[in-house]
Nanobody, 121 residues
Framework: VQLQASGGGLVQAGGSLRLSCDAS????????MAWFRQTPGKEREFVAA????????NYAPSVEGRFTISRDNAKNTVYLQMNSLKPEDTAVYYC???????????????WGQGTQVTVSS
Protein backbone atom coordinates (compact mmCIF):
# COMPACT_ATOMS: atom_id res chain seq x y z
CA VAL A 1 0.00 0.00 0.00
CA GLN A 2 1.23 3.52 -0.79
CA LEU A 3 0.43 6.38 1.57
CA GLN A 4 0.22 10.12 0.88
CA ALA A 5 -0.10 12.50 3.82
CA SER A 6 -1.37 16.06 3.47
CA GLY A 7 -2.94 18.89 5.45
CA GLY A 8 0.01 20.21 7.38
CA GLY A 9 0.76 23.89 7.71
CA LEU A 10 1.40 26.82 10.03
CA VAL A 11 -1.15 27.52 12.77
CA GLN A 12 -1.21 29.59 15.94
CA ALA A 13 -1.31 27.96 19.34
CA GLY A 14 -4.85 26.99 20.22
CA GLY A 15 -5.78 26.47 16.59
CA SER A 16 -6.76 23.37 14.67
CA LEU A 17 -5.60 21.37 11.68
CA ARG A 18 -6.83 18.21 10.02
CA LEU A 19 -4.33 15.86 8.44
CA SER A 20 -5.32 13.35 5.79
CA CYS A 21 -3.57 10.25 4.57
CA ASP A 22 -4.74 8.77 1.28
CA ALA A 23 -3.91 5.13 0.59
CA SER A 24 -3.65 3.42 -2.75
CA UNK A 25 -4.76 -0.12 -3.39
CA UNK A 26 -7.84 -2.13 -2.54
CA UNK A 27 -6.58 -3.53 0.77
CA UNK A 28 -6.77 -0.37 2.91
CA UNK A 29 -9.39 -1.84 5.23
CA UNK A 30 -7.10 -4.77 6.06
CA UNK A 31 -4.58 -2.46 7.77
CA UNK A 32 -4.55 -0.73 11.09
CA MET A 33 -3.47 2.86 10.60
CA ALA A 34 -1.49 5.25 12.74
CA TRP A 35 0.05 8.69 12.92
CA PHE A 36 3.54 9.34 14.22
CA ARG A 37 5.55 12.53 14.45
CA GLN A 38 9.20 13.44 14.49
CA THR A 39 11.31 16.49 15.23
CA PRO A 40 14.97 16.94 14.23
CA GLY A 41 17.34 14.89 16.34
CA LYS A 42 14.58 12.90 18.04
CA GLU A 43 13.08 9.48 17.49
CA ARG A 44 9.77 9.06 15.75
CA GLU A 45 6.97 9.38 18.32
CA PHE A 46 3.61 7.65 18.38
CA VAL A 47 0.58 9.94 18.17
CA ALA A 48 -2.54 7.84 17.50
CA ALA A 49 -3.73 4.59 15.93
CA UNK A 50 -7.02 3.19 14.69
CA UNK A 51 -8.09 -0.39 14.07
CA UNK A 52 -9.11 -1.82 10.69
CA UNK A 53 -12.79 -1.13 11.22
CA UNK A 54 -12.28 2.16 13.02
CA UNK A 55 -13.97 0.89 16.16
CA UNK A 56 -10.86 0.98 18.33
CA UNK A 57 -8.43 3.86 18.81
CA ASN A 58 -5.24 4.43 20.78
CA TYR A 59 -3.63 7.77 21.69
CA ALA A 60 -0.42 9.03 23.18
CA PRO A 61 -1.06 10.69 26.55
CA SER A 62 0.31 13.98 25.22
CA VAL A 63 -2.49 14.27 22.63
CA GLU A 64 -5.38 12.46 24.34
CA GLY A 65 -8.45 14.69 24.42
CA ARG A 66 -7.05 17.08 21.80
CA PHE A 67 -6.48 14.86 18.75
CA THR A 68 -8.91 12.47 17.09
CA ILE A 69 -7.99 9.74 14.63
CA SER A 70 -10.60 8.38 12.26
CA ARG A 71 -10.81 6.55 8.97
CA ASP A 72 -13.10 6.23 5.99
CA ASN A 73 -12.56 2.84 4.39
CA ALA A 74 -14.75 3.75 1.43
CA LYS A 75 -12.37 6.60 0.62
CA ASN A 76 -9.15 4.79 1.62
CA THR A 77 -8.32 7.68 3.92
CA VAL A 78 -7.29 8.13 7.53
CA TYR A 79 -7.58 11.48 9.29
CA LEU A 80 -6.04 13.18 12.28
CA GLN A 81 -8.08 16.06 13.65
CA MET A 82 -5.82 18.19 15.83
CA ASN A 83 -7.40 20.74 18.16
CA SER A 84 -5.95 23.01 20.85
CA LEU A 85 -2.57 22.81 19.20
CA LYS A 86 0.53 23.66 21.21
CA PRO A 87 4.00 24.72 20.07
CA GLU A 88 5.31 21.35 21.25
CA ASP A 89 3.09 19.67 18.63
CA THR A 90 5.38 21.09 15.96
CA ALA A 91 6.81 18.18 13.97
CA VAL A 92 6.70 16.28 10.72
CA TYR A 93 3.68 13.98 10.90
CA TYR A 94 3.74 10.59 9.22
CA CYS A 95 0.94 8.14 8.56
CA UNK A 96 1.65 4.43 8.68
CA UNK A 97 -0.08 1.12 7.95
CA UNK A 98 0.39 -2.12 9.86
CA UNK A 99 -1.29 -5.18 11.26
CA UNK A 100 -2.23 -3.87 14.72
CA UNK A 101 -3.10 -0.44 16.17
CA UNK A 102 -0.03 -0.39 18.38
CA UNK A 103 2.30 2.44 19.40
CA UNK A 104 5.44 0.60 18.25
CA UNK A 105 7.19 2.05 15.20
CA UNK A 106 8.49 -1.38 14.23
CA UNK A 107 4.95 -2.76 13.86
CA UNK A 108 4.23 -0.64 10.79
CA UNK A 109 5.34 -1.78 7.36
CA UNK A 110 4.25 1.14 5.22
CA TRP A 111 4.90 4.85 5.71
CA GLY A 112 3.80 8.06 4.02
CA GLN A 113 6.22 10.86 3.15
CA GLY A 114 5.32 13.17 6.06
CA THR A 115 3.66 16.55 6.32
CA GLN A 116 5.03 19.47 8.34
CA VAL A 117 2.96 20.94 11.16
CA THR A 118 4.23 24.14 12.75
CA VAL A 119 2.49 25.70 15.74
CA SER A 120 3.51 29.23 16.61
CA SER A 121 3.24 30.65 20.12
Amino acid sequence: VQLQASGGGLVQAGGSLRLSCDASGRTFSSYSMAWFRQTPGKEREFVAAVSRSGSSTNYAPSVEGRFTISRDNAKNTVYLQMNSLKPEDTAVYYCAAGSWPTSRVSAYNYWGQGTQVTVSS
